[in-house]
């Protein structure tokens, strides 16, 4: 071999070597990678000049806020109606008597650690909580004491538990006469002077008994309840193999119904105290229920009123029960083809003692509010057009008004961002109480005459000003927020995508998250956060330095993005329905419609690389993707999954996906098709979640196996619903890089 292709052989080998090499050290994270991508939640305390929190003074026209600035913390208060504003108090005074009660902390004045903060009407007190106790301060003497200790947080159970229909004691009639009370599952009566008993029911058993949740009419003339059915109580039950108190496991149970299983029956049931008898009420046209709920009586006694949700949640109804007579009349009756979204959008006030009521409804295809003449039996619309109100934040019955948030009323707007208007009960006067774009977040004063209005977008800071209630004009400017610091780190904010969605013409709303370190000249793998429950929308609408582990997981070399595909809610009652028994849908049609259009504009964005992660009903979603759309996600990660819509809990699956249960569970169940799955799947759970039984997961991972298919399980010990926490969110990392990048994670087992 001739000397001079020798020597360019040897350099094409070495050169080759150095490329081999420089590939292999560049393709290993470590863990300082991990702690970069980590600090960048630093940027959450880098934004000056913002109000963190605030409160309107009772009876005033009064806003007391606390400024955050690069110093730390500043109370003021603002007087709305002369536009002024001023310190709330000496700080510094105040940091010298906090001295006193803890002279081994530093109390500094501008960084005064207050809690759950409040002033009297007069602005001469101040109380506040800090340590574990209450305190009041003299604002004239600048004088300090305790009040009391802050009260524990009050356990209410687990949210499964159905309530127990005895639990109630004895109940006094408004006008001291009488006392009620459930006795062998039925209804009595007690005379306060005479001890005079008188049962007023003779149906009652075991099993179908009386409520002891009795309501006595205001007159003290009649006594309601309901006579309930009940259900056999079904349980889940998990072992903790780990207790933290204990060597041996522990076994957890508890109260859990799910899609199909039996539900108390409530009938309304109605006494009259003159009587001493039981007024006939008919119910059967409400025996195939949900729910049903307790007797609200009128005040002028005439009757009461309740609501019945169907089982199936396509009809839901206000009904009124005469008093006299036990007649029924239905107020209100709600119909759906697909469902009545009773958890999200109920909205119900009553005016005149009930002649008017106002009330939500989707039935002209998006949520309005409309005024019901009850004597009439016919409804007005308050509000109307191709937009949906969010919530009503106050109802003025005298001036004949009501104060909204809506999102999709500005045409130029994301549909999402929420806005504050007023309108009257006849339709007309419909004033904009926040002209500025963004999402907004207000605070009324005890009269609605001021508000505080906070806005900002996902790229946009937020500005707080006082507004005028009335007209939504600005009195003064509070804060704008100083970002300059976060510039300064190269700080990148979301960037607000629009694209159009499956069917080619409905605007799909997203964002996507970038490192700092972004360099448009490379691709990236793309990641989507997914949750597409149909009780709201998720993508962020307002700005936020850090985003978590959107933030984080970008830092990494990955571009992050959040879709609101239909399915979900606070669009149209058509954009929602599309979740109607069909929940494994969860929008992608329109979410990768949506990524590939960002792709096409960016060419930064590698849609040959595509994972998705989320928990819960996102954790089925995330597998769900490699099921059914495997041609275009690669790899997911999937927390705390309901991976079987039978197998999660009763109201939030019923919801969307209707009763009876039938076929339409199956086609959307994870474990079902199982055996369709394609790309990279790791599977996370706590074995003592008490949200999603811990079996659905369990099953899916059956599934897997019995069709031996690939995937990785982490169980984690003692833990709960969760994403996964920061081993899991270590573990789902380290799985990204490595079928995304195609690189390793940090080898976390030798010395770093």
């Given at each position: 071999?001739?000397?001079?292709?020798?020597?360019?052989i040897?350099?094409?080998f070495?050169?080759?070597?150095f490329?081999?090499?420089?590939?292999?050290?560049?393709?290993?994270?470590?863990?300082?990678?991990?702690?970069?991508?980590?600090?960048?939640s630093?940027?959450?305390?880098?934004?000056?000049?913002?109000?963190?929190?605030?409160?309107?003074?009772?009876?005033?026209?009064?806003?007391?806020?606390?400024?955050?600035?690069?110093?730390?913390?500043?109370?003021?208060?603002?007087?709305?109606?002369?536009?002024?504003?001023?310190?709330a108090?000496?700080?510094?005074?105040?940091?010298?008597?906090?001295?006193?009660?803890?002279?081994?902390?530093?109390?500094?004045?501008?960084?005064?650690?207050?809690?759950n903060?409040?002033?009297?009407e007069g602005?001469?007190?101040?109380?506040?909580?800090?340590?574990?106790?209450?305190?009041?301060c003299?604002?004239?003497?600048?004088?300090?004491?305790?009040?009391?200790?802050?009260?524990?947080?009050?356990?209410?159970?687990?949210?499964?538990?159905?309530?127990?229909?005895?639990?109630?004691?004895?109940?006094?009639s408004p006008d001291?006469?009488?006392?009620?009370?459930?006795?062998?599952y039925?209804?009595?009566?007690?005379?306060?002077?005479?001890?005079?008993?008188h049962?007023?029911?003779?149906?009652?058993?075991?099993?179908?008994t009386?409520?002891?949740?009795?309501?006595?009419?205001?007159?003290?003339?009649?006594?309601?309840?309901?006579?309930?059915?009940?259900?056999?109580?079904?349980?889940?039950?998990?072992?903790?193999?780990?207790?933290?108190n204990?060597?041996?496991?522990?076994?957890?149970?508890?109260?859990?119904?799910?899609?199909?299983?039996?539900?108390?029956?409530?009938?309304?049931?109605?006494?009259?105290?003159?009587g001493?008898?039981?007024?006939?009420?008919?119910?059967?046209?409400?025996?195939?229920?949900?729910n049903?709920?307790?007797?609200?009586?009128?005040?002028?006694?005439?009757?009461?009123?309740?609501?019945?949700?169907?089982?199936?949640?396509?009809?839901?109804?206000?009904?009124?029960v005469?008093?006299?007579?036990?007649?029924?009349?239905?107020?209100?009756?709600?119909?759906?083809a697909?469902?009545?979204?009773?958890?999200?959008?109920?909205?119900?006030?009553?005016?005149?003692?009930?002649?008017?009521?106002?009330?939500?409804?989707?039935?002209?295809?998006?949520?309005?509010?409309?005024?019901?003449?009850?004597?009439?039996?016919?409804?007005?619309?308050?509000?109307?057009?191709?937009?949906?109100?969010r919530?009503?934040?106050?109802?003025?019955?005298?001036?004949?008004?009501?104060?909204?948030?809506?999102?999709?009323?500005?045409?130029?707007?994301?549909?999402?961002?929420?806005?504050?208007?007023?309108?009257?009960f006849?339709?007309?006067?419909?004033?904009?109480?926040?002209?500025?774009?963004?999402?907004?977040?207000?605070?009324?004063?005890?009269?609605?005459?001021?508000?505080?209005d906070?806005?900002?977008?996902?790229?946009?800071?937020?500005?707080?000003?006082?507004?005028?209630?009335?007209?939504?004009?600005?009195?003064?400017?509070?804060?704008?927020?100083?970002?300059?610091?976060?510039?300064?780190?190269?700080?990148?904010?979301?960037?607000?995508?629009?694209?159009?969605?499956?069917?080619?013409?409905?605007?799909?709303?997203?964002?996507?998250?970038?490192?700092?370190?972004?360099?448009?000249?490379?691709?990236?793998?793309?990641v989507e956060?997914?949750?597409?429950?149909?009780?709201?929308?998720?993508?962020?609408?307002?700005?936020?330095?850090?985003?978590?582990?959107f933030?984080?997981?970008?830092?990494?070399?990955?571009?992050?993005?959040?879709?609101?595909?239909?399915?979900?809610s606070?669009?149209?009652?058509?954009?929602?329905?599309?979740?109607?028994?069909?929940?494994?849908?969860?929008?992608?049609?329109?979410?990768?419609?949506?990524?590939?259009?960002?792709?096409?504009?960016?060419?930064?964005?590698?849609?040959?690389?595509?994972?998705?992660?989320?928990?819960?009903?996102?954790?089925?979603?995330?597998?769900?993707?490699?099921?059914?759309?495997?041609?275009?996600?690669?790899?997911a990660?999937?927390?705390?999954?309901?991976?079987?819509?039978?197998?999660?809990?009763?109201?939030?699956?019923?919801?969307?996906?209707?009763?009876?249960?039938?076929?339409?569970?199956?086609?959307?169940?994870?474990?079902?098709?199982?055996?369709?799955?394609?790309?990279?799947?790791?599977?996370?759970?706590?074995?003592?979640?008490?949200?999603?039984?811990?079996?659905?997961?369990?099953?899916v991972?059956?599934?897997?196996?019995?069709?031996?298919?690939?995937?990785?399980?982490?169980?984690?010990?003692?833990?709960?619903?969760?994403?996964?926490?920061?081993?899991?969110?270590?573990?789902?990392?380290?799985?990204?890089?490595?079928?995304?990048?195609?690189?390793?994670?940090?080898?976390?087992?030798?010395?770093?």
């Amino acid at each position: 071999m001739p000397k001079n292709q020798e020597t360019i052989i040897m350099k094409g080998f070495v050169l080759l070597l150095f490329w081999v090499l420089s590939a292999g050290a560049m393709a290993q994270y470590s863990a300082e990678d991990y702690q970069r991508a980590d600090s960048v939640s630093r940027f959450n305390n880098m934004v000056y000049n913002t109000i963190s929190e605030s409160g309107w003074v009772p009876n005033t026209q009064v806003l007391w806020y606390a400024l955050k600035t690069r110093e730390g913390r500043t109370w003021y208060v603002a007087q709305a109606d002369s536009a002024t504003t001023r310190r709330a108090f000496d700080h510094e005074r105040l940091g010298r008597l906090l001295q006193q009660t803890n002279e081994k902390k530093s109390f500094k004045p501008e960084a005064l650690p207050l809690q759950n903060v409040h002033f009297s009407e007069g602005l001469d007190t101040l109380t506040f909580e800090m340590d574990g106790l209450k305190w009041l301060c003299d604002l004239n003497s600048y004088t300090l004491k305790a009040t009391g200790k802050v009260n524990k947080r009050n356990n209410y159970g687990h949210w499964g538990r159905t309530t127990d229909e005895l639990s109630q004691g004895p109940v006094q009639s408004p006008d001291s006469t009488w006392v009620a009370f459930i006795r062998d599952y039925n209804v009595f009566i007690r005379h306060r002077n005479t001890k005079e008993e008188h049962q007023l029911s003779f149906d009652g058993a075991k099993g179908d008994t009386y409520s002891s949740y009795l309501v006595w009419s205001p007159d003290s003339r009649f006594l309601a309840t309901t006579k309930v059915r009940l259900h056999e109580k079904k349980y889940i039950r998990y072992i903790e193999a780990a207790p933290a108190n204990q060597l041996q496991p522990k076994l957890h149970e508890l109260e859990y119904l799910k899609p199909g299983d039996a539900l108390p029956i409530k009938r309304p049931a109605l006494f009259s105290v003159e009587g001493k008898k039981q007024v006939q009420i008919e119910t059967r046209d409400f025996e195939n229920q949900y729910n049903l709920s307790n007797p609200q009586w009128y005040s002028d006694s005439r009757g009461f009123t309740f609501e019945f949700n169907e089982r199936g949640h396509q009809r839901y109804q206000v009904v009124e029960v005469n008093a006299e007579t036990g007649a029924v009349r239905v107020l209100i009756d709600e119909k759906s083809a697909t469902f009545i979204d009773y958890s999200g959008k109920r909205y119900r006030h009553d005016l005149n003692d009930g002649a008017e009521i106002i009330w939500a409804s989707e039935r002209d295809g998006w949520n309005h509010l409309y005024l019901y003449s009850t004597p009439k039996g016919k409804a007005r619309a308050i509000t109307s057009g191709q937009w949906v109100v969010r919530g009503v934040d106050h109802v003025d019955e005298k001036d004949r008004q009501l104060v909204f948030r809506a999102g999709g009323v500005q045409p130029d707007e994301d549909p999402y961002n929420v806005h504050y208007y007023r309108i009257g009960f006849d339709g007309k006067g419909l004033r904009h109480l926040t002209p500025a774009a963004g999402h907004h977040q207000a605070s009324f004063s005890h009269n609605q005459r001021y508000l505080l209005d906070t806005w900002s977008t996902p790229e946009t800071p937020p500005v707080s000003v006082l507004r005028d209630g009335l007209s939504g004009d600005t009195i003064m400017t509070l804060a704008r927020a100083d970002i300059s610091a976060l510039e300064k780190e190269g700080w990148k904010a979301p960037e607000v995508f629009v694209a159009k969605g499956r069917d080619g013409s409905t605007d799909i709303w997203g964002n996507i998250y970038r490192p700092t370190h972004f360099n448009p000249e490379k691709t990236y793998p793309i990641v989507e956060y997914i949750y597409a429950g149909p009780h709201s929308s998720f993508v962020q609408k307002s700005f936020s330095a850090h985003m978590g582990a959107f933030s984080s997981l970008a830092e990494l070399g990955f571009i992050v993005v959040q879709i609101d595909g239909m399915g979900t809610s606070n669009r149209s009652k058509a954009f929602h329905d599309v979740c109607w028994k069909n929940l494994k849908d969860a929008g992608f049609p329109d979410r990768i419609a949506w990524i590939k259009a960002a792709a096409e504009k960016y060419a930064w964005m590698d849609t040959t690389r595509v994972g998705i992660y989320g928990a819960s009903a996102g954790g089925q979603s995330a597998m769900g993707a490699l099921l059914f759309h495997p041609d275009f996600y690669k790899a997911a990660v999937a927390s705390s999954g309901c991976h079987d819509n039978r197998m999660d809990k009763i109201w939030w699956n019923e919801q969307w996906m209707g009763y009876p249960v039938g076929p339409h569970y199956e086609a959307s169940s994870n474990v079902v098709n199982a055996h369709l799955l394609q790309g990279n799947l790791l599977l996370i759970n706590g074995e003592i979640d008490d949200n999603v039984d811990p079996a659905s997961t369990m099953q899916v991972a059956s599934a897997l196996i019995k069709a031996e298919k690939e995937f990785e399980l982490l169980i984690l010990p003692s833990v709960g619903h969760t994403l996964g926490g920061s081993y899991g969110e270590r573990k789902r990392r380290d799985f990204f890089i490595r079928h995304l990048r195609n690189e390793e994670p940090p080898a976390w087992n030798q010395s770093q």
